[in-house]
Each structure stands twice: as structure tokens, then as C-alpha cells.
């Protein structure tokens, strides 16, 4: 771990709010607190299924909301702020732990030491600094989940926003999504269509720790 990572390790929620205190109309799916994800167990840090985040991604994400519901779609969260310890689990799973109970579920094609060539996991995450959001697309018509060509957290070729092995249809839902964030200030990520940074967050170089609990925001 570099020294500059470890020594700005944050235990201070005060700059971070709930999302659903400041977006109401958003879903809420946090995987990594359920089971449901690549590696199979809950993450350590989740104490909650909540989404966590800045405030100024908060208010960011608020106009993309409000946006995209003058359209149809309400927005749906799968991850946001992620503790720098759910980081370090995800590293040393891909190292070192050799359960691969989930692979045909969300890596499919990759062994478990191209996560990191492919960008999927990494070593330090900009989910940890509280701007990056993992989300969808509701359709409030049929209050299901936009069809993108691929689920959240599926980690293939297949998952970059780029990726036009996808129906017309499905590329335009990823772009519906894109251009919506992008307006609004958010940047993408080259290998996962679902995955979002507010280009000017307010913490570039700080890694946080504390759990994502609501409660813990109010302590």
C-alpha cells in the first residue's frame, strides 16, 4: 500500500450524506452489502444498504435525477462511497483467496488475476474518496431495470460503455445514462458502462474509512 494511500485513511463523515436525504426518487440495490456480488459474502464496512457519497456528488447526481424522471427513468443505485477496507478485501481476494464460488456469475471469461489487468478491481478506488456511484436505469413504466447488455458488475468487454457488441437498443440505454452524468459533471470508466466519478470532487487525494451506516453520519 503507498505510504500517501495509508496516511490519508479518514475515519470523518462530515463532508458525506445519505443519497436517498437528497435524491428521494432514487433505488436503492447495494449489492455489496447483500451476497450478491463477485465474491459471494457481504464487504466488510457495509453495516448498512445504503448509499453514502459527498455532498457535492450528492447534489450532482440530484440534477441527473431530476433530469432523467422528466424522461421516465428513475435512477438506481448499486454502490457509492466504499470504505478503503471493502477495497483492501477486494485485493487481497483476487491474490489471494481462492473461492471463485461466483466466477460464472459475474467473470465468466476471466480468471481471477485479470480483474486487475482488465481495471475491474483495483488498488485504490475513487469509490473510497465518496464521488463515484455505480447505478442504472428504472423504467417507470414497467419498474424494471433498463436493459444495457449487460448486468452491474458483470466483468467483460461486453460491460464497456463503448462496447458496441450490443443491440442498438441497449447501446442508446447506455447512452441515455451517460449523457445524462456527463451533463452534470460526472466522468465514466473505460471498462464498466454503470460506473461514474464527479469530475470535480472535493476529496482528489483522500481515502476514507468509516462504515457506510447512515447512523454513523449523525454520530
Request: with cysteine; aromatic share 14%.
Amino acid at each position: 500500500m503507498k505510504a500517501e494511500y495509508r496516511n490519508n485513511l479518514l475515519m470523518d463523515p462530515s463532508g458525506f450524506v445519505a443519497l436517498a436525504d437528497r435524491v428521494p426518487d432514487i433505488v436503492q440495490e447495494i449489492r455489496y452489502y447483500s451476497t450478491y456480488n463477485f465474491i459471494g459474502e457481504r464487504i466488510d464496512g457495509y453495516e448498512e444498504p445504503c448509499a453514502l457519497m459527498t455532498a457535492e456528488a450528492a447534489r450532482a447526481l440530484k440534477s441527473v435525477s431530476n433530469e432523467l424522471f422528466v424522461q421516465g427513468y428513475r435512477l438506481k443505485v448499486f454502490d457509492a462511497y466504499r470504505p478503503a477496507c471493502a477495497v483492501r478485501q477486494f485485493v487481497l481476494w483476487g491474490i489471494e483467496d481462492r473461492d471463485i464460488r461466483m466466477k460464472e456469475y459475474f467473470y465468466p471469461s476471466l480468471e481471477k488475476q485479470e480483474l486487475f489487468e482488465g481495471g475491474y478491481i483495483a488498488k485504490m478506488s475513487s469509490h473510497s474518496r465518496g464521488s463515484a456511484v455505480d447505478l442504472t436505469l428504472l423504467d417507470m413504466k414497467t419498474g424494471k431495470e433498463v436493459d444495457m447488455g449487460s448486468p452491474f458488475d458483470l466483468f467483460s468487454g461486453i460491460s464497456h460503455p463503448d462496447c458496441r457488441d450490443v443491440t442498438d437498443e441497449q447501446f442508446n440505454n447506455r447512452m441515455i445514462l451517460q449523457r445524462a452524468m456527463v451533463r452534470h459533471g460526472f466522468e465514466t470508466l473505460s471498462c464498466e458502462w454503470w460506473h461514474f466519478r464527479l469530475k470535480e470532487e472535493p476529496y482528489p487525494d483522500t481515502y476514507f474509512e468509516f462504515p457506510v451506516s447512515s447512523g454513523y453520519l449523525r454520530k
